[in-house]
Structures are given as C-alpha cells and as structure tokens.
C-alpha cells in the first residue's frame, strides 16, 4: 500500500529542459530550410531575369500586343 | 437572537432549505449552486467539499475510527474512507477515453451534409454564372495576361515560351 512518491516540484523546469533547446533548433533549422529552398532560387530567379532585361525592347512587345490605353500598337 | 442561537443548531447543509425569520424580513432561500461544490479536476487535488455529504451509519461510525489512530484502520477502511471523500481517484480521473472517434466520426459526418446541402443550393438556388466564365472570355483573359507580362519571373509569364507560342516544357 506504499506507493513511490510523486513528483511534487520541477515540472516546468524539466520540461523547459528538453523543448526550450528542442524549439530554438526546429525554429532555426526551419528558418535555415526556407531560406536555402525559397528565398536563394528566387534571389537568383529575379537576378537572372534582370541579368540582361531590356525594359524598352519588353515595352515595345507589350505595345504591339495592344495592353496600353496611353499608346497605341504602331501602325495606327 | 433566537433565530441565530436556531440558527447555529442547525447544521450546514440545511441552511439552504430553511428560512431564517429576523426583524420581520425573510432571509434568501440559499441556493444550492451558490454553496461550495465537488468536482474532480486534475489540477485542483483537495476540492472543496467531501463527495459524500449525508453518511450511512457504518460510514459514520468509519468517521469516529477515523479519529483514533489509523495504523489500526485497515485497507479496506482506508479505501472506504477515501470513496467518502473523493469520486475518482488521479488514476480513474486521468484515464482517457474512446470519445473522440465519436466526436470526429459526428464532426466528419456534418461536413459532409453540409456538403450535400451546398451542392443542393449550387443546383437549385443559385442563377447562372457571369459570362466571364466562358471558355472563349477565359481564353481571351490569359491572352491578355500574357501580353502584358504578368509576374514575369517566377510566376504567369515565366512559363509561357513567347517565341513559339505555347507553354514551356
């Protein structure tokens, strides 16, 4: 009829001992996976785009196509 | 003076279904959810009131051994003399149950009539859609998005091949 003694005190404490570290690693490896999987490719997606952009020759097409109120396509 | 002297005679529990007469006013009938309740709760150990209120003879003459020395109390009395003062015990309190099957299984089953019901009012109680939801308007608006380069980057425009007029492989 003698049970063993409960834990009576230190449940934060050991409980903050394995997850507050367990948390700041999940939190920084994720931060790390994002930025090497989404915002590298895309830094380097928008700096291959803008390597060699000729914005005026890009306007031109578009002013063919007919997408501008301002100017019309050549021609008319 | 004498209805208080009546009054301290009176035990607890029956203050609530007596009325106390004092200067020709009646006290308030004092209800039973305003006096301090049992309930069995992980977090609060020793509640407010024993579980059993209103002893049988053999409980109370338990209460009386009680008060001698309990090295002469045996198991079962001790056992006896926790059920007076508590429901469940931690164990019986904490152990889980099946219910949440029933409860998502409930949950699950009212999505899906929802579900029908939604498809019952898209059939019979909504009109038409816009004419902006042909395929021919549709064509025409991708036509247009293309041309004007939308999200050329990553996005749209990206993965439309301009020189051959189709989407990149």
Redesign the interface.
Known sequence: MSLPKPMMRGMLAKHMRIHLPLAFAVSFGAALVLKYTVTEPRKKAYAEFYKNYDSVAEFNRMREAGVFESVRPTGK | MLASRALSLVGKRAISTSVCLRGGHGVAKVEEHTLPAYFDRRENPLPDICYVQSLSPEQKSLKEKEKGTWAALS?EE?IALYRISFNQSYAEMNQGSSEWKTVIGAALFFFGFTGLIVLWQRKYVYGPVPHTFDPEYKQKELQ?ML???MN???GLS?QWD?ENKQWKK
């Open positions: 198991n001790k247009r041309d004007m380069r050329p980057v990553q990206s301009y």
